[in-house]
């Protein structure tokens, strides 16, 4: 196993856990989560699952909607779907609930910073996309609809659903929609992996081995 690959693989797998250890942080902050995660706090109230769970079984259910646009999933992505939930949960469970004003706006920006490098880091690891991300882009390649108008159509549904379900939504989900874009611009060219450089192979006499185009 290559080094470079050794990389791929822890930054994918820190990537993750920060990813939803930051999600459990914005939860305890109080003031409003992403649309996704306003979903997964009606569901999980609504049907008593514990939040980590119910967004996986979301993450499941969004990478089976994929097979229609023939979205081919990578090992980040089935690892997502896994790993997020369960450490969202352990934030959950080390982070407090705040209910000051001044710590829960502290909490909300610390957790939305952290989200920010962490899908840097495993977005840039290179190993797949999450299941919400590829839903966007392979509904962008099946039908060529803009990846914007995706998006919004998209993540305004969720939310409606969650907010009806009784989610969380609040000024954070709002500083959430116009912040994370930016931030993630920031850290994932910062922490996206090199591609593996391929050396030329040598012919006998030890120069770079040619082909006729």
């Known amino acids: 196993m290559s080094l470079l690959l050794v990389r791929r693989v822890v930054q994918l797998l820190l990537g993750l856990f920060l990813y939803g250890f ?23 109230l609504q049907s008593g699952i514990p939040f980590g769970l119910t967004t996986n079984l979301i993450g499941l259910a969004v990478l089976l909607l994929w097979i229609p646009i023939r979205q081919k999933p990578g090992v980040g992505t089935v690892l997502n779907v896994l790993l997020v939930g369960p450490s969202a949960e352990v934030a959950l469970a080390v982070v407090p609930q705040q209910t000051e ?11 939305l910073l952290l989200l920010a490098v962490a899908t840097g880091l495993y977005i840039g690891a290179r190993m797949g996309p999450g299941p919400r991300d590829g839903l966007m882009t392979g509904i962008n390649h099946r039908w060529g609809w803009a990846i914007w108008k995706v998006r919004t159509g998209i993540e305004v549904s969720v939310l409606a659903l969650g907010w009806v379900l009784g989610g969380t939504v609040g000024v954070g989900t709002v500083a959430f929609a116009l912040l994370v874009g930016p931030l993630v611009n920031i850290t994932l060219p910062r922490l996206r992996v090199p591609e593996e450089r391929k050396e030329p192979k040598l012919d006998g006499e030890g120069a770079p081995t040619t082909t006729t185009p």
């Open 22 to 44: 930051s999600i459990g942080m914005m939860i305890r902050a109080g003031i409003g989560v992403s649309p996704w995660d306003v979903l997964g706090q009606g569901v999980s």
């Open 101 to 111: 004003l001044w710590v829960q706006v502290l909490l909300f920006t610390a957790g």
